[in-house]
């Protein structure tokens, strides 16, 4: 007889995907975040951010990678924490962070300036930020550092795909147990091949052996297991991204008949920063940027972060009063 999927893909992760050695200490992390916030009230978003990488050798010289930035996670974060959740960062290591990344381009030691006051001493002197090349430093500052005293953001780091994936398994069963308040938003960029470590070469691979051609595997579907066992409670959401428009909605229905999670946000490469749909198994909404609202600086992440919101809270209320 055939072995319950789940099994399938917890024996996989534990043979074929390291799991990173402090994967234990940082799900009772999450596990106290969720349950301490669950408690006071506050409904918790755990947000994936980010690519992922994959190595080719044990002793990883190389590895593939991709090119999420980051920027829709943390940003999102950010209009998450305005509206009153907690919020776990599950992000890529040097990937955008919510409040920083509008900053991202700007060479620091360009934009401050040494203020000796006379003096020769470089201890004695200060440093200025010029608040011309931070815009609205002040007021970003002062709001992360109530969201950091109110404790309403746990950053965690992944790099490699095997981290990611046990990093999601332990947030799931840590945010389980708030049930229907956790909402899950997967906007990282996850591989969907990998080499595993029982084919991986340990050394690097030589030039010298010619070219090279390497076989991936399919990564195993994480949503399955999260939807159905390891958070059934929670509201998912999955990102699903591609570069042909014609065959984007129906990726996503595919995506939400096959894993039945709540909705999924569809966009393209080369217009996914003014451009979403949030596509449920009854609705389709598209998010557009308008010429005025980039006028006022607004995000798409603002009208996303709105959208879910709104449909989390329907969602609690209709299934678990
Ligand atoms: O990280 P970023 O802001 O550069 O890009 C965001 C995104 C395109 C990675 C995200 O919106 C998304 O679609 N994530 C899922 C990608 C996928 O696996 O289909």
Excluded: C
Excluded at 164 to 189: D, P, R
């Amino acid at each position: 007889m055939a072995e319950p999927r789940v099994a399938t893909i917890d024996g996989k992760l534990a043979e074929e995907f390291a799991a990173p050695s402090h994967v234990e200490e940082l799900k009772e992390q999450m596990a106290a975040f969720a349950g301490l916030h669950g408690a006071a009230g506050r409904k918790v978003v755990l947000i994936t951010s980010g690519g992922t990488k994959v190595p080719l050798e044990s002793r990883t010289v190389r590895f593939l990678d991709n090119f999420s930035s980051g920027r829709r996670g943390a940003s999102s974060a950010e209009y998450f924490l305005d509206s009153g959740y907690a919020v776990i960062f599950l992000h890529r290591h040097r990937s955008l962070y919510p409040y920083t990344h509008t900053y991202s381009g700007i060479n620091l030691l360009d934009s401050l300036q040494l203020q000796t006051g006379g003096g020769v001493s470089h201890e004695s002197s200060q440093v200025v930020v010029s608040q011309q090349a931070f815009p609205n430093i002040a007021k970003i500052l002062s709001r992360y550092q109530e969201v950091k005293e109110a404790g309403l953001l746990l950053p965690i780091e992944f790099s490699t795909l095997s981290d990611y994936l046990h990093l999601l398994k332990a947030a799931a069963q840590a945010l389980s147990t708030i049930g229907s308040k956790a909402m899950f938003y997967l906007a990282a960029a996850v591989s969907d091949f990998y080499v595993p470590s029982s084919e991986m070469p340990e050394h690097k691979i030589q030039s010298s052996n010619g070219p090279l051609q390497i076989t991936m595997k399919m990564v195993p579907k994480i949503l399955s297991p999260l939807v159905k066992d390891w958070a059934p409670q929670a509201f998912v959401i999955s990102f699903k991204l591609e570069t042909d428009s014609s065959i984007l909605i129906e990726k996503a229905r595919g995506a939400l008949d096959t894993y039945r999670h709540q909705a999924v946000v569809a966009n393209v490469l080369d217009t996914r920063r003014g451009y979403v749909v949030v596509v449920t198994p009854e609705t389709q909404a598209e998010l557009i940027l308008t010429e005025d609202d980039v006028r006022k600086e607004v995000e798409i992440e603002e009208k996303i972060v709105s959208n879910l919101t709104e449909a989390h809270s329907l969602f609690i209320t209709k299934h678990h009063g």
